[in-house]
T-cell receptor, first 116, second 114 residues
Framework: GAVVSQHPSWVICKSGTSVKIECRSL??????MFWYRQFPKQSLMLMAT?????????EQGVEKDKFLINHASLTLSTLTVTSAHPEDSSFYIC????????????FGPGTRLTVT | AQSVTQLDSQVPVFEEAPVELRCNYS??????LFWYVQYPNQGLQLLLK??????LVKGINGFEAEFNKSQTSFHLRKPSVHISDTAEYFC????????????FGDGTTLTVKP
């Protein structure tokens, strides 16, 4: 149980276009989902926390207008990178938790974004 | 706020040897502690967690970790490693008052050599 999927697993897009990444909890309802960014050989950086039905909470330094997060249902959250640039190229990972404050996160397999 | 320091960025070890990956944390409140493993181009998999109770925690794949409150450490150990243990390992901490939000260390690359 507790499987989280991400789609797509990798994507290449041109500079200036927007890209949407989906994160789904397949066998449980996720009240809270987290979005992370990981640069090569580095740790995970929390970008934002999203709770179903409410606006996402962004970490300091993360542009909310550039990284649009929507958590419209208990099984789906999306991250849209708007007007992508090469510096947005990264590995994006989502995780899901059963409830707000629940310590256990279940991670998706990640999405590799390359902006050319 | 919490912080995590993984003391070794890379740990090379021979197959069947023991290994210890070191993790220190800092927090002004009580914490939960986690170790995750990440294989190339994949997400994170939980190895083990400390929430409360016994300070020796056993996880999957033969790993264990010991919570030491006085030294604010949570080192990961395995008595005999396999080639398949080669991966990136992350230590993470969260405040027990905001358990869902974790802070991750920079990671330790474990390379097991034949």
């Amino acid at each position: 149980g507790a499987v989280v999927s991400q789609h797509p697993s990798w994507v290449i897009c041109k500079s200036g276009t927007s890209v949407k990444i989906e994160c789904r909890s397949l066998d449980f309802q996720a009240t809270t989902m987290f979005w992370y960014r990981q640069f090569p050989k580095q740790s995970l950086m929390l970008m934002a926390t999203s709770n179903e039905g409410s606006k996402a909470t962004y970490e300091q330094g993360v542009e909310k207008d550039k990284f649009l997060i929507n958590h419209a249902s208990l099984t789906l959250s999306t991250l849209t990178v708007t007007s992508a640039h090469p510096e947005d190229s990264s590995f994006y990972i989502c995780s899901a938790a059963h409830s707000v404050g629940n310590y256990e996160q279940y991670f998706g397999p990640g999405t590799r974004l390359t902006v050319t | 706020a919490q912080s995590v320091t993984q003391l070794d960025s890379q740990v090379p070890v021979f197959e069947e040897a023991p290994v210890e990956l070191r993790c220190n944390y800092s927090s002004s409140v009580s914490v939960y502690l986690f170790w995750y493993v990440q294989y190339p181009n994949q997400g994170l998999q939980l190895l083990l967690k400390y929430l409360s109770g016994s300070t020796l925690v056993k996880g999957i794949n033969g790993f264990e970790a010991e919570f030491n409150k006085s030294q604010t450490s949570f080192h990961l150990r395995k008595p005999s490693v396999h080639i398949s243990d080669t991966a990136e390992y992350f230590c993470a901490v969260s405040a027990n008052t905001n358990a869902g939000k974790s802070t991750f260390g920079d990671g330790t690359t474990l390379t097991v050599k034949p």
